[in-house]
């Protein structure tokens, strides 16, 4: 049973992951049923102060010996960068030997990584740095497109939002539902969201690595909700059905069924953002023909449904 909790900071935090991580384990919710947990903020060391950027420091008033006996080792997400103090590198190493479990809020997973803990472990992080994370960690096993990651005695999260998620899920983990939603209503957020980090990346349009079927790209985004046989594509840009084939797998990285449903997904997101069509029409505009299917290939793509979707991300109207 969780009972105590650590939080490790180093120069260049970031200030809103490290409230999130105050606010779910540091606040005394006796009032609402919530064991008090023994909540502890460290630094390398004791009353040195530490960067958050922006002229603004703060001193930790604990030094790592404060980690030394805790059921939870946290660090939030701080600037990336080639090399981290390897005094906290060491403790993280020492925490995790002994047993405790670590949580790591957004880019605070490249320290778990720099600590050697994540070789052959599953974890996540921001979308935005998981190509930086692959190629410093290639024997961790990423996934860039959830929440968090539960890999038990350690955790990982994605972006800010994602961190709240993170440690409501292991609340819910060590103290159990109750505990967890009386914290969510405190905080005023759901006590467990659906879905992954894919519906929050921006998908650009795939570019050809020249321009020779651009014109064909074009006329496909321009009658997206028409039907596209191969055979027609291939008329169109005036090639055989296999040489069209093979060019448009070269030029584009997939299929042309798989680039056309791509972009009649991202069609279909900038509509749920943009308008009150109900799915049905939709899914007629984009060339789905039926709800159904769009609800199909949007989940795939992004990850989570159409309505979710739109709830999230339209703007309210009156």
Known sequence: MLKSVAVVLIDDFAAFEFGVVCEV?????????????????CGERAGVPLNLGHGVTMTPPLGLEATEDVDLVVVPACAVRDEYPPAVLEALRAASARGATLLSVCTGVFVLGAAGLLDGRRCTNHWRQSA?????????????????VDDGDIITSAGTAAGIDACLHLIRRELGTAAATAIARRMVVPPQREGGQRQFVEVPIPECTSDSLQPVLTWMLDTIDREHPVADLARHARMSERTFARKFVAETGTTPHRWLSTQRVLHARSLLEATTMGIDEIARRCGFGSGALLRHHFHKVVGVSPQDYRRTFAPQRV
């Open 132 to 148: 930086a994370f692959r190629a410093r960690f290639p024997q961790a096993q990423l996934d860039p497109d959830v929440l968090f």
């Open 25 to 41: 384990f540091g606040y005394d919710r006796t009032d609402d049923g919530v064991p008090l947990l023994d909540f502890r903020v």
